[in-house]
Every structure is written in C-alpha cells, then in structure tokens.
C-alpha cells in the first residue's frame, strides 16, 4: 500500500514538473508537454485591425502555422488591447493550435527605459492572471523593437534586466522574449549583454529575437555573421519579424529562411496583411481580404517554399487544434462571443478600435468590412487606428508602422492611400 501511495506521489509530481508550460532549456526551446519547439509562424497587427484576427488566426493554421506573434497595445499610443479582448485572443490562438506571442507595439523605436520597466510593465502586470493561466501557449514579448537607436552600449542589456526581475517579480511566470536593440537589428549589445540578461530571470525562461530587414538582413555576410555571433552565447532565439524587401533595399530573406532549417531556428514573418506606405510589399495576403486564397508571391515564399512553413512547421502537442479552418459561413455570420454581421453595409457608428458597426432589426451589428467596399467617400472617415482620414493626400511623415500622416484641420489625420 505504502509503495502505491509513493508511486501516486511520485507521478503527481511528475504531473507537476510537466505543467510549467513553455520553457527554455539550453539554447532550445520546448512545450509544456517537454517536447521541442520551432517557430514556424505570422505576425498578425491586431491593434490596428481587431476585427480581422480570429479569421486571420484560422487562416493562418489552415495552412499550418504553428504560431501566431500579436501586436497589442497598451493604451500610450493605440487604443489599449484589453483584459477581455486578449482573453479572447489567446483563446483563438489555442483552439486553432497556435503558440501565442503576444507583444506591446507602442513603445517601437523608443529610447525611454521607463517605457519598459514601468509602462509595458503596468499593462503586463494588469493581465497577469490570465498571462499565467495560459502557459502552454502564451509567450510574453515585453515590448517591440524598444531602443531604436543604436550604440547606446549597456542601455539595453541594464533596461532589460530590471524588466525581467520585475515581471518576475510582480508574479508573471510565462516564457518572455526580449528583441534586439536597433529596431530589432543591432548584433552588438544582444551579443554582449542576452546571457547577462538571461541570468536575470529565476526562472531562466527567456527568448531572444532579431528582427531582420535592410540592415541585418543587407547581405548573406551581415546576415550569418549577426546569426552566428548570438548562436555562439548559447542562448535561446528566434527571428521574431523579418520581410523580403525593406526600405528600398532587399533583404536576404531566403538565405535566413535555409539558416532557420540547418540550425533549427524559429521564425516568424511579416506580417499576415494591412501594411502601409512603402512596406504594403510585405503583405503575406490581400489586404482586402486577409484570406489565404489571394496569397502574395512574399506570402507563397513563405507558405510553399522550399524550406517554407507547409514543409517546415510542426505544431506544439502533436499538433492538438491546429489545421482546423473556422472561418465557415455560419461562424463568420454569427459567433457566440460577439455581434453578428450586418446584411447591409450602412455605417452608423465606429468604435475605438476603428470597428464599424450598423443598426438592423432594432439592434447593433458589425459591418463586413470585406463585403463592403465603401468608395464614394461617405463612411465615418476614420482609419482603423481611430484617427481621421485627411480629405488631401499630402503627406507630412511616415510613422514606423509605415501610416502616412497628414494634418488638417489643427489634428493629425490617416492619409487614404485607398483613395490618393
């Protein structure tokens, strides 16, 4: 009886040591069920389009992403992603099979520390419980392509080591994942300072992730030495974004892709669709559409190449929710979480996060905005972010996501590039 009971106790525990979640070991990175796992997946711009990521997440599984990376905001810059609408989110991710990164978008390019370690910590702290009832699947990227600028020397390995005890500290204990300094593209200070970084956190339960385009990504040369001087630290990393072609200049895009392979490195591309300005060319799909039937020739690369996702990818656990399409019919029209669509396409409202919504048979419904293609110039004149729409087409900077912007009317408007 006593050997029983011992054996009970020993499996439980077992039980136990197995339900941490996504973890890091070495340089690689495993599931909660203890098996190795490799990204293979999309960057999906839910901040910006909120209405199109549960199709996007099922689109993208369908056709075997195994991973999904998801641009939140906190509110400092966006309309904040909230408490309710990341519970959904990851609930899409999981159903769908895919390992969820989620990251905060605002603080891209900044050079403020407090952004970090107070402001992305504020907004990670507010979601923590369900960030930690989620450890299977959520990864929590602390914030994107913070410090722009290069050669800062120990700013970033200092920020990111306060960020880590603290996210720590506050009870956060999902994998995290830190991107390099440069916008995602500087080697130096990832190369120097990741283990010291990585030693930071108890749970030694840290990702690391470049972001590759015109700089990093310039030339093969650039390229493997950048990827081979963070492979040597030992570390665990990832190229968390990366395009085929970025301000004016190719990226070497395909050699990175064969290097993943060979080396057993994760990756996920940009960015599923809705890219502005100059980088619209590293929409994966149409950005009418966001379906996976008007693949770009940069989203069959990814999806069909030779070392692409289809002949690539493996899902976490087996593969357990994953390669189910959902986006039929009667999900599209009706999904038990939120309103239906509306048969007509007349906007009576647009909420916060740039949604469209109608009036019908005495209640509210959301507009099908692939279905209706407003071109006469009456909609509610706002882009999805919320902001105006400018009624010229001139341009008076370019944001880092690639919006163009003008002023009007003593504010700041969207430009219509559907329209200029």
């Given amino acids: 009886m006593e050997k029983i009971i011992f054996l009970l ?55 075997g992403a195994n991973s999904a990376r998801i641009v939140l905001a906190t509110g400092a810059k966006w309309t904040k992603t909230s408490y309710s609408e990341l519970e959904k989110i990851i609930t899409w991710c999981e159903n769908a099979g895919l390992i969820c990164v989620l990251e905060v978008h605002d603080f891209t390019g900044s050079d403020n520390p407090t952004d970090i370690t107070n402001l992305a910590l504020d907004y990670w ?33 200092d920020t990111y080591v306060t960020a880590v005890k603290s996210l720590r500290a506050v ?43 015109a700089a990093l990504g310039k030339d093969d040369n650039s390229l493997t030495s950048g ?102 019919d009667d999900d599209k029209d009706k999904d038990k979480d939120d309103y239906g669509y509306c048969n007509g396409c007349v906007v009576t409202a647009t909420g916060t996060d740039g949604s469209k919504w109608g009036y019908e048979n005495g209640k509210s419904c959301r507009i099908d905005t692939n279905k209706c293609k407003d071109n006469s110039g009456s909609d509610s004149g706002k882009a999805p972010n919320g902001f105006p729409y400018c009624t010229s087409c001139d341009v008076t900077v370019t944001g880092d996501d690639g919006i163009r912007w003008g002023w009007e009317n003593n504010e700041s408007c969207v430009r219509n590039d559907s329209k200029c």
């Fill in 9 to 63: 106790i020993l499996s439980l525990s077992l039980s136990s040591i197995n339900s941490k979640g996504i973890q890091v070991k070495g340089s690689k990175l495993y599931d909660g069920d203890g098996k190795e796992f490799i990204f293979r997946g999309v960057n999906l711009a839910h901040a910006w389009y909120t209405d199109k990521t549960k199709f996007s997440i099922n689109e993208i599984s369908s056709l």
């Fill in 171 to 213: 009870g956060i204990k999902n994998a995290l994942m830190v991107d390099a300094s440069g916008w995602g593209q500087e080697t130096g200070p990832i190369i120097k300072d990741a283990k010291r970084v990585l030693e930071a956190d108890p749970d030694s339960n840290v990702i690391f992730s470049y972001h590759v385009y």
């Fill in 125 to 157: 702290s507010e979601m923590k419980n369900l960030l930690n009832e989620h450890l299977n699947y959520v990864i929590v990227n602390i914030a994107n392509e913070w410090l722009g600028t290069w050669n800062k020397g120990s700013l970033w390995g």
């Fill in 227 to 328: 990827f081979d001087g963070l492979k040597k630290t030992g570390v665990c990393w990832i190229v968390g974004e990366f395009g085929w072609f970025h301000s004016g200049a190719d990226v070497a895009y395909k050699t990175l892709m064969k290097y993943c392979q060979t080396n057993g490195i994760g990756w996920i591309a940009w960015s599923w669709a809705g890219n502005g300005g100059d980088d619209a060319c590293l929409d994966l799909t149409s950005a009418s559409t966001f379906s996976k039937n008007d693949l770009s020739d940069w989203g069959k690369d990814v999806f069909f190449g030779e070392t692409g996702i289809q002949k690539t990818s493996k899902k976490a656990y087996g593969g357990a929710g994953g390669n189910n399409n959902n986006n039929d």
